[in-house]
């Protein structure tokens, strides 16, 4: 059974930084791709960040250079390292693994963007 938990969320001033950690069970973690979603009240879920199993890794224009995602595979977690936060980056994150073409979902942790 594949579960993903994310945590890390939490309330930031504009300019702050959060990581956020997914950690993954139920799979081979090293095999799969892993991706950071978000969803903002009103808007559709858009993938934020993406990492291959290889380490290769996709941005969003609106986060590049200011997001960065990284997996340890040995821990089988995925972070999502947030910087420079703006007030648009205020959404419900996700974590993402498409596994035999099923897309598998944690309960998503909350960040707000607020002074």
């Known amino acids: 059974q594949v579960q993903l938990v994310e945590s890390g969320g939490g309330l930031v001033q504009p300019g702050g930084s959060l990581r956020l950690s997914c950690a993954a069970s139920?799979?081979?973690?090293?095999?799969?791709?892993m991706g950071w979603y978000r969803q903002a009240p009103g808007k559709q879920r858009e993938l934020v960040a993406r990492?291959?199993?290889?380490?290769?890794?996709n941005y969003i224009d609106s986060v590049k250079g200011r997001f960065t995602i990284s997996r340890d595979n040995a821990e089988n977690t995925v972070y999502l390292q947030m910087n420079s936060l703006k007030r648009e980056d205020t959404a419900v994150y996700y974590c993402?693994?498409?596994?035999?073409?099923?897309?598998?979902w944690g309960q998503g942790t909350q960040v707000t963007v607020s002074s």
């Open positions: 139920g799979i081979v973690f090293s095999i799969y791709a």
């Open positions: 990492i291959t199993s290889g380490g290769s890794t």
């Open positions: 993402n693994v498409p596994v035999d073409l099923v897309n598998f």
